[in-house]
Every structure is written in C-alpha cells, then in structure tokens.
C-alpha cells in the first residue's frame, strides 16, 4: 500500500503515549499534525500504568526485536535528557512461587542475549538494593537492562515538544469517529479524516488511531472489526514513603517500581475481581484492596515501611485480541493507521516512530510486518 505523496495533513486520534509519540514522530518529519481526544491528553491508559520497560517475557523473535528496540529509544530519551526522575533503568527483579517458572524464564532470556541473572536470596542487597532478603525465595531473576518510565511524565513531554513545533491540540472533543470516503475502487473506502462527539469534521490526508482500549470501537464504526482482549487493571500510588528500591519489582503478589517524587507504583492481578466497571463506564473499587496491596509493598521492602496508598486508579488495560501488537495500515481502510498494544510504554517510543514513518515515507517498514491487524485474516481483498 505506498502511498504516491507523503501526506500534508495528518489527524490522530487518542492523546496517550501512543498517540502523542507519533504526533510529535510526524511533526519531526514536516507534517501538519492534528491530535483530538476524548478529554485530557493522559487520561487513558498512559495516566495508569506501571510501565516497566522490558522485553523478557519469552516473546516470539519478532515481538523481541521490536521491544528491544523500544528499550533503546527510551536510553536515548535518557541519555539526552540527563537528570529526569520519571524514567530510570535500574534493573529488575523477578521471582514466582514455582522455582522452575523463574528458571525457564532465565534459560529463555539467555537464549534470546538479554541480560539475565540468577541471585541467591543473600546477595540480592548488593545487586538490587531496597528489597527485604527475607520476603525472597531462594533464587530469584534479575535482568539488570530493565526500566521503567512515568508515562504521565512522559506524555507533557511529549506534548511540550507537540505544541513547540506547532501541533494542533484538541482535548475535550468526546468520543470521535473515523469519517472515510470512496477511494474510486468498486466498494472500497479510505479514511478522510475525524469527526468529533460534537459533529466537527477535520480532513487529514491520513489518520492515525491511537485510542487505547477504545481502539476496537473507533475502527469498528468504521467497518473494521479487531479482535479485543481489553480487561481490567488498576494502578496504585503511594504517599511520598523513604523506600531505597531503585528496580522494577515483578513477584506473585505485586509489582512494583519507584515513582517520582518519593512515591512508589504498585499493581497486580490478584484483586481484579474486586474492581469493577459499572454499566454507566465509572469503576467500583473494594476499598481494601489498596491498603491490601500496599502492606505487601511494605513486605517486601528493606526495612518494612509504611506503606500507605494515595491514589488508585482502576480502567481498561488496551490488549488485542491475541496479545501482540496490532501497527501499521489498515488494509481494509487504506489512509487510516492504528496503534493499538497491551506494551504500550515499552513500546511507546518505537511504535510512533515506526508508525509515522511509514506515513511520512509510504514504505512499510519491515519491523512491523509481523503486527498488521491483517494477520487476523480480514482485509487483504478490500
Ligand atoms: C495497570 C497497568 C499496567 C501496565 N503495565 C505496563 C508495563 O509494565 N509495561 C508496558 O509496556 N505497558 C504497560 N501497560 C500498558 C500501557 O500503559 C498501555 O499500553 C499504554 O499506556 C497505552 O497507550 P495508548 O496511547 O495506546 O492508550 P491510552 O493511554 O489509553 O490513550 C488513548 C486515548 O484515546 C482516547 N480515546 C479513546 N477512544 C476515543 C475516541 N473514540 N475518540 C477520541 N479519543 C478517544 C482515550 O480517552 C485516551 O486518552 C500497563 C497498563 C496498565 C493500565
């Protein structure tokens, strides 16, 4: 699908990471750049997320390769950007009840070359510092190239260079659609633009949907229909708390990271059947569960301290429907591009780039082959 002219105008719709890291990619590269959103840019998924950067989860080469080179955008993110404390790559600590688990995950991140260590229980102080010897098994695993970022930290500073280099902004505009138009073919269409909760049309010469979870339904009005594996998850941040952790934590009960301003960002899986979403979109949240996670934070911990939640943040985790990325054109709607993954802050970096340069360029790029939305067997003959 080359497109004969790199495009003028380009409209994206979603203000998370995804949306404004390929904006501010497109601004780069000369195009005029409009980004809507539903309300606040960060308020989706970006403003909730534990965001451990990583790619040892025993992925497929391909999805490997793709977040090895998100690991690498984000160092230099760091590295030209000395001294911020919402990005860090301090290393991370893992470990599982069944020690068999932990080991195969070591084994596998050997074969792939990422950087895996097993620790004995009593060497982890002098490794991965803040953590209670105590509250570990054993052995544990740890990959000394992890991170993690702040995405809400993250996304201003990405808007700050959006709105430097003259992107036009709209947050507040409800929930948008894709319009589309013939594309001159018998029966095909391609994407014209956006229409905002309010009935503004904007016309672009490409679209860029980076809606998170709210990914399916957008392309969905437009006739596309994407596999969706979106659920439920919840973040939790503490109160400014002395805590001497500088990794990423990932345990059976808690995963864990420092946050700036003293804080600690906290999530896992065991409570999600005690978050639920109300027919009417808001979210309840048994009100123990934050102090729940938080006295494991504190267990974990050097020294055992007091841990207390300041906020917790329930919504939707975006997740395609088989677990990887879905990036690229839509074949079924030539114009329009999607960016839509349950990485998102591993990916955040390298997506938009890669995403706006097939835009800008009009050449697929080749990382991204393997995460067409096409691979779920639609589109090819439209
Ligand atoms: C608790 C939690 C932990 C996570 N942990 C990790 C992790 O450790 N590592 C990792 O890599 N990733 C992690 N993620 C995933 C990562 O945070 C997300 O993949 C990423 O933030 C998604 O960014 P996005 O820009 O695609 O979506 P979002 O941040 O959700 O942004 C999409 C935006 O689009 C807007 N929107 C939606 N529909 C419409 C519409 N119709 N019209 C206009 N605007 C619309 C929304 O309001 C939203 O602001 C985690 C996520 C959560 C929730």
């Not at 001159?184 to 672009?204: I, K, N, P, Q, S």
Request: a negative charge; one cysteine or more.
């Amino acid at each position: 699908m080359p497109n004969p002219l790199p495009p003028d105008t380009v409209a994206v719709l979603g203000g998370g990471v995804l949306g404004l890291s390929t904006a501010v990619q497109l601004l780069r590269g000369g195009a005029d750049v409009l980004l809507v959103t539903e309300a606040a840019v960060g308020s989706g998924a970006s403003g909730r997320s534990l965001s451990w950067l990583n790619a040892g989860g025993g992925y497929g080469e391909d999805y490997y390769r793709l977040r090895m080179a998100g690991i690498d955008r984000y160092r230099t993110l760091l590295a030209r950007n000395p001294g911020i404390d919402w990005l860090a790559f301090d290393g991370g600590l893992y470990w599982d009840d069944d020690p068999f688990t932990v080991l195969e995950r070591h084994n596998q991140q050997t074969r792939q070359g990422y950087e895996a260590l097993m620790v004995e229980r009593g060497d982890v102080q002098g490794v991965v510092p803040g953590v209670d010897p105590g509250a570990l098994p054993h052995r544990v695993l740890v990959n000394p190239g992890e991170g993690w970022v702040s995405l809400p930290h993250l996304v201003r500073h990405l808007a700050e260079e959006f709105t430097l280099r003259g992107g036009t902004l709209i947050e507040h505009a409800g929930r948008c659609t894709v319009t589309r138009e013939d594309d001159g073919t018998d029966g095909g269409v391609r994407a014209r633009g956006l229409r905002t909760a309010g009935g503004e049309e904007y016309a672009a010469d490409a679209v860029v949907v980076a809606c998170g979870a709210g990914t399916p339904a957008v392309l969905a009005e437009a006739g596309v229909d994407l596999p969706d594996a979106s659920d439920p998850a919840m973040l939790v941040i503490s109160e400014p708390v002395e805590h001497g952790l500088q990794a990423v934590l990932n345990t059976p009960r808690i995963s864990l990271r420092p946050h700036p301003g003293g804080r600690l960002a906290m999530d896992s899986t065991w409570y999600l059947d005690r978050v639920t979403r109300n027919g009417d979109g808001s979210w309840s949240v048994d009100p123990d569960v934050p102090a729940e996670l938080a006295a494991e934070a504190s267990r974990v911990l050097a020294g055992h301290p007091e841990v207390v939640p300041q906020g917790w943040l329930p919504g939707l985790k975006p997740v395609p429907g088989d677990g990887e990325p879905v990036l690229g054109e839509l074949a079924a709607m030539p114009g329009c591009w999607t960016a839509f993954t349950h990485s998102g802050a591993t990916l955040g970096l390298i997506a938009g780039e890669l995403v706006a340069s097939e835009i800008l360029l009009g050449r697929r790029h080749p990382l991204l082959e393997p995460f067409r939305a096409e691979r779920f067997g639609f589109g090819w003959d439209s």
